[in-house]
C-alpha cells in the first residue's frame, strides 16, 4: 500500500508551466494588516504562509515570487509581525503570516498577533488554502498541532510544506518524513500531499508556483 501523505510527485510540464508564467507576472506589496478590519476585499484567490517563528515564511515567498526583497526575510526569529498581503498579477493574493510559537518578546505584543493569526486562519471566506511551513530539522511540534487544529476546526484546507530541505541529509529525512506523516493523520484539514523545498537552492519552488497556478 502507498504510503499517506506521500510528497507530491513532479508536476507535469503544462502545469510547471502554469506556474512559470504566473509567478513571472507583477508581484507587489500591498499592504500590512494589524485588524481584521484592515483587511483588503476578499476577490481574489488567496494562500497563506503559516508556520513557526524563523521557519522560512518570508525566505520561501521571496523565492517564489524570486524577488529577495519582496518579504522581509531576517535571522531575528519574530521579524514579520503584521499580516502582509502581496498581490500576485490581478488574481491572487499571497500572505505572509507572523510566526508562532516566538516567546521572546513582550507578552502583550505576542498575544496581539498571536490572536489576529488566528483569527484571519479561522475567518478569512477566501483563504483557499493555507500553506502551513514546517521545518524540515524540527519536524511537527505541539505548537504547529494547535495551528493545524485550528484550521481543521474553521475547514481551511491546509498543506505543509517542508522548509530548509538543504540542511538535512538525505538519509535523515526519511524520520522527518515519517514523523510528520503520523501528525497529519489526525488531521482531516490535512491536503494529502507534502512539498519539500529548500528556498536557498530552489528545490520545490517550480511544484509550488504551479500547485498555486493550477488551485483554479
Ligand atoms: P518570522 O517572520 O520571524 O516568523 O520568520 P520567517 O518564517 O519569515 O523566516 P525567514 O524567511 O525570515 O527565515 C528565517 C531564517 O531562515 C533566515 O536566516 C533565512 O535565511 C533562513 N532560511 C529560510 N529558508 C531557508 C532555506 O531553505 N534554507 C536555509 N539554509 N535557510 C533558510
Ligand atoms: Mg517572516
Redesign the pocket.
Known amino acids: 500500500m502507498e504510503l499517506p501523505f506521500p510528497l507530491v510527485a513532479d508536476p507535469d510540464p503544462a502545469s510547471i508551466e502554469a506556474g512559470r508564467l504566473l509567478f513571472a507576472q507583477q508581484t507587489d506589496f500591498l499592504k500590512g494588516v494589524v485588524a481584521m478590519s484592515g483587511l483588503p476585499p476578499a476577490d481574489r484567490i488567496e494562500v497563506c504562509f503559516a508556520?513557526r517563528?524563523?521557519?522560512?515564511?518570508?525566505?520561501l515567498i521571496n523565492a517564489l515570487t524570486g524577488r529577495k526583497g519582496l518579504a522581509r526575510?531576517?535571522?531575528t526569529?519574530?521579524?514579520?509581525q503584521e499580516i502582509n498581503f502581496f498581490t500576485l498579477a490581478d488574481s491572487h493574493y499571497l500572505v505572509d503570516l507572523?510566526?508562532y510559537g516566538y516567546a521572546n518578546a513582550p507578552v502583550a505584543v505576542v498575544e496581539k498577533w498571536q490572536r489576529l493569526l488566528k483569527q484571519y486562519l479561522s475567518g478569512r471566506q477566501t483563504l483557499r488554502r493555507a500553506f502551513v511551513l514546517i521545518d524540515m530539522r524540527h519536524g511537527i511540534k505541539p505548537v504547529d498541532n494547535e495551528i493545524l487544529s485550528l484550521l481543521d476546526g474553521a475547514a481551511v484546507t491546509f498543506q505543509v510544506v517542508l522548509?530548509?530541505a538543504?540542511?538535512v541529509k538525505q538519509s535523515d529525512r526519511e524520520a522527518t518524513l515519517a514523523q510528520v506523516r503520523k501528525a497529519l493523520s489526525t488531521h482531516p484539514a490535512a491536503f494529502p500531499e507534502i512539498v519539500m523545498?529548500?528556498?536557498?537552492k530552489g528545490d520545490g519552488i517550480a511544484t509550488l508556483r504551479s500547485i498555486i497556478a493550477t488551485m483554479g
Not at 517563528?53 to 525566505?59: A, F, P, Y
Not at 526569529?77 to 514579520?80: I, V
Open positions: 508556520g517563528s524563523n521557519v522560512g515564511k518570508s525566505s526575510a531576517s535571522n526569529p519574530g521579524r514579520t507572523p510566526g522548509t530548509k538543504d540542511k523545498t529548500s528556498s536557498e
